[in-house]
């Protein structure tokens, strides 16, 4: 008993809490850009904002997002070649002082805008120009270095503004590829709970069941992804927030990052700049489904039918560069354990690319 006579527990309380970081405004649909004074305003934005924009994005967006922002607060502009180390330190130079950052574009405006806003503990808005990958909305980035790419803590967006127009305007290829992104969110899953019963790995059961029903919307709509179809663009941009959110959730990439991905990372290394990161991972992942003995055929077929590459030769990687990519993949953050960490030998890796691939 305490002094005070209430009787104390025996036991301490489970500590539980979690903190989880999710976007307050999202604003999809056709020309929604012209929502961000309103977005800013809702915000509390004012002072100053930098804008990360890619060159090519400038006539796309970047010029308008630049005039509305200037209708409430002061805007500067970076722009953004590439994604390095020395691009983030010089970013942070030029930008901790503002008090917002907006990062319009794609994946390498965005991780940059998300990395820095992490670094300088600013909130970000998120206006991507193409629906590549399910980054737009997530608190992770990977930044390519020497000999790969590292994954580096990010904040996730404040707002997310997808003008469905513009998106639907990029060359397909990027929203296939982002829908082949979410769609290895299938072997993500298997991967996670295959690393809970071996590892005793803790499983988050929202984080899982949101993105395997993110993977489920593309998969299940994918003769209706069409080529520069706002509908097909709606629908993606949805599915890579929910991707976003499912990670938001678990406090990690878990939910939608696999066995996949590392043999995505692994092509980064061995074949840098053939296949985008959808794209190759989602080949991957038909791979890894196999070795996990599910529908491997019906990850092909989704990915075929939105016209998302399904072997490495589609994007220029041959059969023994995947075999190796997919060996070398264990070794890229090895603590996350999947079903390449089961065993598989070059010898196999070799039979089953030739298997799966040529069928
Ligand atoms: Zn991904």
Not at 114 to 126: A, D, E, L, Q, T
Request: with cysteine; aromatic share 4%; glycine share 10%.
């Amino acid at each position: 008993m305490s002094p005070d006579g209430i009787k104390l527990l025996k036991t301490p309380v489970l500590d539980k809490s979690k903190w989880m970081q999710l976007p307050r405004d999202v604003i999809i649909g056709h020309d929604v850009l012209t929502q961000l004074p309103k977005v800013c305003e809702d915000l509390h934005v004012s002072g100053s904002v930098v804008v990360f924009s890619g060159r090519g994005t400038m006539n796309v967006a970047g010029n308008r997002v630049l005039s509305l922002i200037n209708e409430v607060a002061d805007a500067e502009l970076f722009i953004v070649d590439a994604i390095t180390p020395d691009v983030i330190t010089e970013a942070e130079e030029a930008g901790c002082g503002a008090d917002v950052f907006v990062g319009v574009g794609g994946g390498r405006v965005i991780d940059t805008a998300k990395i820095v806003s992490y670094n300088c503990s600013r909130p970000f808005i998120s206006i991507p120009t193409a629906a590549s990958h399910d980054g737009i909305a997530s608190s992770r980035a990977s930044v390519p270095v020497k000999g790969g790419s590292v994954s580096l803590a990010a904040s996730p967006p404040i707002a997310l503004i997808a003008d469905t127009g513009i998106i639907a305007a990029a060359p397909h290829r990027l929203l296939a590829a982002g829908c082949a992104d979410v769609i290895s969110n299938y072997t993500a899953i298997l991967d996670w709970e295959l690393s809970h019963r071996l590892r005793g790995e803790p499983l988050s059961e929202y984080a899982m069941a949101l993105s395997r029903m993110t993977a489920e919307i593309i998969s299940k709509n994918a003769d209706l992804i069409k080529p520069h179809a706002e509908e097909s663009a709606w629908t993606v941009i949805k599915a890579l927030l929910s991707s976003g959110v499912a990670m938001s959730i678990a406090g990690s990439s878990r939910p939608a990052s696999g066995g996949e991905h590392k043999f995505s990372h692994a092509l980064d290394q061995i074949a840098p700049g053939k296949g985008l990161h959808g794209e190759q991972c989602g080949i991957g992942s038909i791979i890894t489904m196999y070795l996990h003995g599910g529908d491997w055929r019906g990850i092909r077929n989704s990915l075929r039918a939105i016209g998302a590459p399904t072997t490495p030769k589609e994007i220029g990687i041959d059969d023994h560069m995947a075999a190796r990519a997919l060996i070398l993949a264990k070794s890229i953050r090895p603590e996350r354990f999947t079903i390449l960490d089961m065993g598989i030998t070059e010898e196999v890796a070799e039979q089953l690319i030739a298997m799966l691939y040529e069928e």
